[in-house]
């Protein structure tokens, strides 16, 4: 593999300035939500307001680093989605493509209320040409039915993945690890072998090995110098399969039951 994966231990905002006007092809922006989360040298707490000029501020450079035919994806919890969704949308002018909910099945529970289990995470191209390799991320179908695609079925925009648990050998000492087959469908779609992919958030460093693993070049920029170290780390390590899987891509395509009472509803196929 020749690729590049370079991390970059710095502010976002001011890392941003230094890369090139149009030369990113993905961006894969996992921001603090704005939690509280405890990020060691940084606490995801700001006001309102400031949360949202952060944001403005930094999507702005990103769409600027980014490539005419690019997309970027920015993972985001339901208190700030829609404001960040106004900035891409109508702030920066991109090109709406998917509203794609991540569904987990683990997390923390709510006494009054229903506990959450999902994350959003936003697509936007900027300009109406742009790359999606959908034959790289279809799952199997559920049916055989002729009008299916029977090399698989499109994604759609829910997506399973387990969180890596605390459990898990895979899983770093950083709070918000993302699962990496989750990104590697990211990846897939939206980039090419030796694109460039920007994470300006690199955490974990998720993004980054999954780049190593697909052959992308890779920026990933990162506050804490000791997540630094971390993702260093862990792109050392050797690798055997990625953290995690979509459940339906082990699912192995089923026979219509060949029954008269099958409604018209039953048989919508996925493509
Ligand atoms: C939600 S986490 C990213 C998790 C990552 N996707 C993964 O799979 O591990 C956000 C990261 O952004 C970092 N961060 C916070 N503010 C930053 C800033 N202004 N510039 C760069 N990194 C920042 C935090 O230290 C944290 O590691």
Redesign the pocket.
């Known amino acids: 593999m020749n690729n590049t994966i370079n991390i970059i231990n710095?502010?976002?905002?001011s890392?941003l300035q230094e890369i090139k006007t149009n030369s990113v092809d993905l961006i894969?922006a996992?921001?603090?939500?704005n939690l509280g989360?405890d990020?060691?040298?940084?606490h995801?707490l700001k006001g309102f307001d400031e949360y949202l000029t952060?944001s403005l501020d930094?999507l702005k450079s990103a769409y600027r680093v980014l490539s005419n035919d690019g997309t970027i994806y920015v993972?985001m919890g339901v208190r700030f989605v829609s404001y960040l969704f106004d900035i891409l949308d109508q702030k920066l002018g991109m090109y709406f493509n998917s509203w794609i909910t991540w569904h987990y099945t683990q997390g923390m529970g709510k006494k009054k209320g229903f506990s959450p289990r999902h994350d959003d995470i936003l697509m936007f191209n900027k300009s109406a040409k742009f790359r999606f390799n959908l034959d790289s991320v279809r799952v199997p179908q559920k049916y055989f039915r002729r009008r299916n695609n029977m090399t698989g079925a499109n994604p759609g925009d829910v997506w399973e993945f387990s969180h890596i648990h605390y459990s898990n050998p895979e899983r770093?000492n950083?709070?918000?690890?993302?699962p990496e087959a989750l990104?590697q469908r990211v990846v897939l779609a939206s980039s090419n072998k030796g694109d460039l992919v920007l994470?300006?958030?690199?955490?974990?460093?998720?993004?980054l090995r999954v780049c190593q693993q697909l052959d992308r070049n890779c920026i990933g920029?990162?506050?804490?110098p000791e997540?630094v170290i971390l993702i260093k780390n862990r792109l050392k390590e050797r690798f055997i399969e990625f953290d995690s899987i979509d459940p339906r891509t082990n699912r192995i395509p089923r026979d219509l039951p060949n029954r008269v009472d099958v409604k018209p509803m039953d048989l919508f196929g996925n493509n």
Request: no cysteine; net charge negative.
């Open positions: 710095q502010d976002a905002l890392a894969i996992d921001p603090p939500y989360k990020y060691g040298n940084n995801d952060f930094w993972f770093e950083h709070p918000t690890q993302k990104i994470d300006p958030f690199a955490g974990s460093g998720t993004t920029i990162e506050l804490n997540y």
